[in-house]
C-alpha cells in the first residue's frame, strides 16, 4: 500500500532569494516534503507561521534589520513550532545560532549546497523527525516540585544531563553556579563534533566557573571545572577518573558508571529535554542511595518528556526549578 501520509509543510525564513530557492529544491528532493512559504526577513516570520501553520521553520539568524533572534523568540511566544538554525556561518563559530537554541530554536545546520547530496539528505532526516515533535507555549509547571535540600558535604561529583531541546536550561543552571565549586561537573549534551569548541565558549561565557571539553581518551575531573562531553560516550573508571566508552552517547550509560564508581557519594541531575535517555542510569544512582534531581518543566511543554518519565519511574529524589537547583548544587 502507498505511504498516504501528508508532506511535511516547511516554511523558509532567509533574506537571500538564492539560498532560499537552495534550501527549496533541497528540502523537496524526495517528495515528502514542500515549502508552503518564504519569508524574506525576520518582520515577517511571526505573520507568516500564523498564517501557514508550518510543521517546521527553517531560519536564517543573520539577516539585516530586525535579527532572527527576535523572530525565534516571536514565534515561540506567539505560535510555538520546531526552528531550524540553518546558517552560512562556519559551524564551529555560531554564536548567534547558539543564542537563538537558548530562545526555543531546536538545531543547528549549515547551509546545504545543491552538490553537497549528504548534507540535503541529512537536512531532510532532520526535518521529518522534528515535523513530529510537539511544541508548546510554556505555562504552568509540574505540581510535584520538591524543595532540594542543602548539598551534601560528601558529593564527589555532579553530572548532569539534558535531551535534544535542554540547551537554555543547560545555560540557564551554569550561569547561577559560583566561581568556587567545590566539587567536579560533567555537562552532557550532544551536538556534532565540529559545534563542541562554539558550545564551549559559549558557555564558558554564560558562567563563571572554567569550561573544558572532554578530549582525548582520558581525563581527571577537578574540583570547580565544568566538563562537556558532547558526542563521545564517556564513563566514570576512578573517583574522578573519566575516559571515553564504547558504545553510543547515552545519559543512562553515563549515570549507571557514576553509580559504580562513586556510589552515593554523586549527584545526578536530569534537565529538560526530548526523549528518555538518562531516566534507566538515574534509577540505579538513586538505588545507591544518591541524590537525583529533576527540572521542573512546565507541563505544556515538549521539554517535559525526559524529566517527567524520570520523576514517574521513580529515580528522582528532588524535584526543582532551575534557580533552586543551581542554589541547592551550590
Known amino acids: 500500500m502507498a505511504d498516504q501520509r501528508a508532506p511535511v509543510r516547511v516554511l523558509i525564513v532567509d533574506d537571500s532569494e538564492v539560498a532560499r530557492e537552495v534550501?527549496?529544491?533541497?528540502?523537496?528532493?524526495?517528495?515528502?516534503?514542500?515549502?508552503?512559504?518564504?519569508?524574506?526577513?525576520?518582520?515577517?516570520?511571526?505573520?507568516?507561521?500564523?498564517?501557514?501553520?508550518?510543521?517546521?521553520?527553517?531560519?536564517?539568524?543573520?539577516m539585516p534589520g530586525k535579527s532572527g533572534l527576535e523572530a525565534v523568540e516571536q514565534i515561540m511566544a506567539r505560535c510555538p513550532v520546531p526552528i531550524v538554525v540553518v546558517t552560512s556561518e562556519p559551524i564551529h563559530d555560531t554564536p548567534l545560532a547558539f543564542s537563538a537554541i537558548e530562545r526555543g530554536a531546536m538545531e543547528i545546520v549549515t547551509k546545504p549546497a545543491l552538490t553537497d547530496a549528504d548534507s540535503g539528505s541529512s537536512l531532510r532526516a532532520l526535518v521529518r523527525s522534528l515535523s513530529h515533535v510537539p511544541v508548546f507555549q510554556f505555562t504552568e509547571h509540574d505540581s510535584r516540585i520538591t524543595a532540594p535540600p542543602p548539598a551534601d558535604p560528601d558529593t564527589e561529583v555532579v553530572v548532569v544531563a539534558a535531551g535534544p531541546g535542554g540547551l537554555p536550561s543547560i545555560v540557564s543552571l551554569v550561569s547561577r553556579l559560583p566561581a568556587q565549586l567545590r566539587f567536579p561537573m560533567l555537562l552532557h549534551y550532544y551536538v556534532v563534533p565540529e559545534l563542541g569548541p562554539s558550545l564551549t565558549r559559549y558557555l564558558a561565557g554564560a558562567c563563571k566557573c572554567e569550561v573544558r571539553p572532554f578530549e582525548g581518551e582520558r581525563i581527571s575531573l577537578t574540583p570547580g571545572c565544568i566538563i562537556l562531553a558532547h558526542h563521545q560516550p564517556v564513563e566514570f573508571v576512578s573517583p574522578l577518573g573519566v575516559q571515553s566508552a564504547a558504545g553510543s552517547f547515552s545519559a543512562s550509560g553515563l549515570f549507571h558508571s557514576l553509580a559504580r564508581v562513586h556510589r552515593s557519594k554523586g549527584v545526578g541531575v536530569l534537565l529538560g529535554g526530548v526523549g528518555t535517555d538518562g531516566v534507566e542510569g538515574l534509577l540505579a544512582l538513586r538505588l545507591e542511595g544518591a541524590r537525583t534531581y529533576a527540572e521542573a518543566v512546565p507541563v505544556h511543554s515538549a521539554l517535559r518528556e525526559a524529566p517527567h518519565s524520570a520523576i514517574t519511574s521513580g529515580a528522582i529524589t528532588n524535584t526543582c526549578p532551575i534557580e533552586q537547583l543551581a542554589s541547592a548544587l551550590s
Open 23 to 62: 534550501l527549496k529544491i533541497v528540502l523537496e528532493g524526495e517528495n515528502d516534503i514542500v515549502v508552503v512559504g518564504e519569508g524574506r526577513d525576520a518582520f515577517s516570520a511571526a505573520r507568516l507561521v500564523e498564517e501557514l501553520r508550518p510543521d517546521v521553520v527553517t531560519m536564517d539568524v543573520e
